[in-house]
């Protein structure tokens, strides 16, 4: 167990439509990533929050969002779906400080875009 | 061009057995760290294993050790003593630029599946 909690497992939803995936980070972690794991482009980082604030940002598409709220869980919101953002979205945190530390990951959340 | 390049789409080894993947980077960084990551068909990201680009000696845990050879540009992930647990993708992960206040971000290779075989 990794520590970090993604809501929901799956998600099938259609095109068109909106979601919210949900993340609680490891305790102590301030910092929360977003990845995007897809069979055409494997694993690409999205966006990065470090204590509340946007840190980061990646090869997001305009359509999705995504925020850390004052107790750190972080949320990634994902609009005018299509047929290819059918994907496994990851969480992951990490503790910034002098050592390098790992990212870890949650479980992840299934889309399926029918 | 690709940041890192696994080049073993898919590897077999027999239980018991030590097994290699191979991981090269690419970075102008001198600051930099390296990162072994396993997702078992069950689909969760489970970290293995760190290098830092200023680590004098390779990085061990358990039976996972990390072959870096800074100059060649490549951190190889030795299993040794394999297990039918071990069959799972293999990633490997490069984080650059970390003293430039910079985004900590992983960037992937495309993995390796291992398949262990009894």
């Known amino acids: 167990d990794s520590g970090v909690t993604q809501t929901p497992k799956h998600l099938i939803t259609a095109t068109g439509q909106r979601v919210t995936l949900r993340c609680s980070p490891r305790s102590g972690d301030l910092s929360v990533y977003w990845y995007q794991q897809s069979l055409d482009q494997g694993l690409q980082f999205l966006i990065q929050y470090y204590n509340g604030e946007e840190r980061a940002k990646g090869n997001i598409l305009e359509r999705f969002s995504a925020q850390q709220f004052p107790d750190l869980h972080s949320e990634l919101n994902l609009s005018s779906l299509e047929l290819g953002d059918s994907a496994l979205y990851f969480c992951a945190s990490s503790v910034l400080g002098e050592e390098d530390q790992p990212q870890h990951f949650g479980d992840g959340t299934r889309l399926s875009i029918l | 061009a690709q940041k890192i390049t696994q080049t073993q789409p898919g590897m077999f080894v027999q239980e018991k057995e030590a097994v290699t993947l191979d991981c090269t980077y690419d970075?102008?960084?001198?600051?930099?760290?390296l990162f072994w990551y396993k997702q078992p068909s069950s689909g969760e990201m489970i970290f293995l294993i760190y290098?830092?680009?200023?680590?004098?000696q390779n990085a061990t845990e358990g039976r996972y050790s990390l072959n870096f050879q800074k100059a060649r540009k490549s951190a190889n992930l030795v299993i040794s003593a394999s297990q039918l647990g071990d069959s799972a993708m293999y990633f490997c992960a490069m984080r650059e630029g970390r003293f430039k206040g910079g985004s900590e971000k992983l960037v992937f290779g495309k993995g390796t599946k291992l398949t262990v075989n009894p």
């Open positions: 290098q830092g680009s200023y680590d004098q």
């Open positions: 970075t102008s960084d001198p600051s930099y760290g």
